[in-house]
């Protein structure tokens, strides 16, 4: 459904997005790898375990499972993690990003993209450590779930975007 002007009888056309983003953080293991690292650090633990076991060791048994269990815990926070990300929408009049943490808490910015520079920080070696939206004096950071490459590309596709904004709409004429 179209939103519709005050008079409520024509339609108004939304404005084009020139930008839209959503950054997550990367995981490299899915649940599948996951079971199989557990299944293994648990084996392994399990049968060295055992041997202390079998040697009279028996307190050693349990310190193994209670390895297993912190790296359980610490997958699972990692995983936990995993579920912030962020939004980054360009259109001509307004800049907006939108993060949302592993816990479910929302900020939001509204911006308007001819105030709006787009600043990094850059290593020699590396390339883009931090990417920073800057109006009014203000620095916003954005995209730090991305890696310096993944950076790169996205600061050149929202630069891009951001220089659209700022020149302004631009009319097609067919003939």
């Given at each position: 459904?179209?939103?519709?002007?005050?008079?409520?009888?024509?339609?108004?056309?939304?404005?084009?997005?020139?930008?839209?983003?959503?950054?997550?953080?990367?995981?490299?293991?899915?649940?599948?790898?996951?079971?199989?690292?557990?299944?293994?650090?648990?084996?392994?633990?399990?049968?060295?375990?055992?041997?202390?076991?079998?040697?009279?060791?028996?307190?050693?048994?349990?310190?193994?499972?209670?390895?297993?269990?912190?790296?359980?815990?610490?997958?699972?926070?990692?995983?936990?993690?995993?579920?912030?990300?962020?939004?980054?929408?360009?259109?001509?009049?307004?800049?907006?990003?939108?993060?949302?943490?592993?816990?479910?808490?929302?900020s939001e910015w509204t911006l308007n993209p001819l105030w709006v520079k787009l600043d990094r920080e850059t290593h020699e070696e590396f390339g883009i450590e931090r990417l920073f939206?800057?109006?009014?004096?203000?620095?916003?950071?954005?995209?730090?779930?991305?890696?310096?490459?993944?950076?790169?590309?996205?600061?050149?596709?929202?630069?891009?975007?951001?220089?659209?904004?700022?020149?302004?709409?631009?009319?097609?004429?067919?003939?």
């Amino acid at each position: 459904m179209m939103p519709r002007n005050g008079l409520g009888t024509e339609p108004v056309d939304p404005e084009p997005t020139l930008f839209s983003a959503i950054v997550t953080p990367h995981r490299s293991l899915g649940s599948v790898g996951f079971l199989i690292v557990m299944a293994a650090v648990g084996g392994i633990s399990f049968v060295a375990g055992m041997v202390f076991l079998l040697l009279g060791a028996w307190p050693v048994f349990g310190f193994f499972g209670l390895d297993v269990l912190l790296v359980y815990w610490a997958f699972r926070a990692n995983y936990r993690a995993a579920a912030a990300y962020e939004e980054v929408t360009v259109t001509a009049s307004e800049l907006r990003v939108r993060k949302v943490s592993h816990r479910g808490r929302v900020s939001e910015w509204t911006l308007n993209p001819l105030w709006v520079k787009l600043d990094r920080e850059t290593h020699e070696e590396f390339g883009i450590e931090r990417l920073f939206l800057v109006s009014r004096g203000r620095r916003l950071p954005i995209a730090s779930f991305l890696g310096p490459q993944e950076k790169e590309s996205f600061a050149a596709a929202l630069g891009a975007a951001i220089g659209e904004a700022k020149r302004g709409p631009t009319r097609t004429v067919l003939e």
